[in-house]
């Protein structure tokens, strides 16, 4: 029977020219009926360790004082069954548009299609949900759901039933999204400072299995790590 799944989409460090040369990817997905649970979860551990809602789970803003309270998100995602991550990590020092013959947009579709791809199965229907990030969101989400629509053969756009921009600080989902993405990206760096952050890394790499810095088999169901390199699944 069709099973409908909710995917909450960020990425970090996606723009062409930023200095930074790591790139982010990442999706947390689950069955569209946990996500009240989920949400009620989130606000259960903010409760906790006095984290009012107006305060949004980032991971730049991880800080000494709210440490425990991060670790404790963590733990939260490896302890549900129902939630999963993926992410695909990008060296754009590797990139070469020209002579791929496209657009830096061409290739971020590109990526967005080789970070669903293993997530979707045409027995089931999507609801993407992205972070609005700037005045061109809204065109370029319609425009990733027709390349992903065109992509896996869904041509009708039934299985990707809805592609939308949402804002993070009223998501809980994507509020977590951002945490892993930004931990892996964390991790893929060199020369990086901030104590804090790196306990979050570790307690990611303990409860993974994963040292986040190699691809991990494309069916792993928990946390999928996938390092692109040009040529490989485009």
Avoid at 39 to 67: C, D, L, M, Q, Y
Avoid at 115 to 129: C, G, T, V
Avoid at 187 to 209: C, F, H
């Amino acid at each position: 029977m069709p099973q409908i799944f909710n995917v909450y989409c960020d990425e970090s460090n996606h723009l062409e020219n930023s200095p930074i040369n790591t790139m982010a990817m990442g999706v947390l997905y689950c069955h569209k009926d946990k996500v009240r649970e989920v949400s009620g979860r989130i606000k259960e551990i903010r409760n906790r360790h006095n984290i009012p809602e107006s305060f949004e789970i980032k991971w730049t803003k991880i800080s000494p004082a709210k440490e425990q309270f991060y670790l404790d998100l963590v733990d939260y995602f490896f302890d549900d069954d129902d939630l999963h991550f993926r992410v695909v990590v990008i060296d754009k020092n590797k990139l070469d548009h020209e002579r791929f013959n496209q657009t830096h947009d061409d290739w971020y579709y590109k990526m967005y299609f080789e970070l669903l791809k293993i997530i979707f199965d045409p027995r089931h229907y999507y609801n993407l949900y992205l972070d609005i990030k700037d005045t061109r969101s809204r065109h370029k989400v319609k425009k990733l759901r027709e390349v992903l629509c065109n992509k896996v053969y869904d041509f009708d756009q039934r299985v990707i039933q809805k592609a939308q921009t949402v804002r993070s600080h009223e998501v809980p989902l994507l509020q977590l999204t951002d945490l892993l993405i930004g931990a892996v990206q964390f991790a893929n760096r060199t020369g990086l400072n901030g104590e804090a952050k790196q306990k979050v890394v570790e307690r990611i790499k303990s409860r993974s299995k994963y040292s986040l810095l190699h691809s991990t088999l494309p069916k792993e169901p928990k946390f999928n790590v996938f390092h692109w390199q040009p040529n490989i699944g485009l």
